[in-house]
């Protein structure tokens, strides 16, 4: 059963366009979510996180929006540059400081 | 500061040959330890976690086991390898509220 969804196993976008990956979860007592990015033969790197009492996190070029009524997550990335391809992991766990289950990812194209 | 060690980045094992990875963190002290594969198709799969010493959690049933010797020292272990074995393998860490910091993994091939 999984409880973390990323529908879209790959994305391809433009370079200088918006990049906007989606997440969809199932158990609404998830209470932190989380974003990781991750490179062939690397381990993940943690991108940007929200709280279930939030509804948007800005970091940069980086912005979380979380639907909690829907149970909906998305990860925007504007503009989308070269270093942005890689695999996008959607994660939440039910506290900070509880274990993170992670989405299956989504593989973003960034292209010139 | 903190870091995490992770060995070997990659490994070849014949079936049915036993297997030892060892994960170690420095710069904290009583971190959270995981154990993750990622398998073809599967993402990210959490085996394994710990909150301390000789505290092993198992999230799947499967053939691998996991031990806490050391407060910083994490070990994935099998007997004998099966094929569905094969996968990248990553050791995780966290600290109360600090979210996870992941080792650079271990690729490892059943053949």
């Known amino acids: 059963d999984q409880q973390v969804k990323q529908n879209s196993p790959s994305l391809s976008v433009q370079e200088g366009r918006i990049s906007i990956l989606n997440c969809d979860y199932t158990?609404?007592?998830?209470?932190?979510f989380l974003w990781y990015k991750k490179y062939p033969a690397e381990g993940p790197t943690f991108l940007i996180s929200?709280?279930?009492?939030?509804d948007k996190n800005e970091d940069g070029r980086f912005t979380v929006f979380l639907n909690k009524s829907a149970k909906h997550l998305s990860l925007h990335i504007v503009p989308s540059q070269p270093g942005d391809s890689a695999v996008y992991f959607c994660?939440?766990?039910?506290?900070?400081?509880?274990?993170?289950?992670f989405g299956k990812g989504t593989r973003l194209h960034i292209l010139p | 500061s903190q870091t995490i060690h992770q060995w070997p980045a990659t490994l070849v094992q014949p079936v049915g040959s036993p297997l030892s990875l060892e994960c170690t963190v420095e710069?904290?002290?009583?971190?959270?330890l995981y154990w993750y594969r990622q398998a073809a198709g599967r993402g990210l799969q959490l085996l394994f976690y710990?909150?301390?010493?000789?505290?092993i959690s198992s999230e799947v049933p499967q053939n691998l086991s996991a031990s806490r010797p050391q407060d910083r020292q994490f070990i994935l272990s099998s007997k004998k390898l099966l094929l569905s074995d094969s996968g990248f393998y990553l050791c995780?860490?966290?600290?109360?509220?600090?979210?996870?910091?992941f080792g650079s993994g271990t690729r490892l091939t059943v053949v």
């Open positions: 995780a860490w966290s600290v109360r509220g600090y979210g996870y910091t």
């Open positions: 158990n609404s007592m998830f209470d932190y």
């Open positions: 929200i709280s279930s009492i939030k």
């Open positions: 994660a939440a766990s039910f506290n900070r400081d509880d274990k993170i289950i």
């Open positions: 710069g904290t002290s009583n971190p959270n």
């Open positions: 710990s909150v301390g010493i000789g505290q």
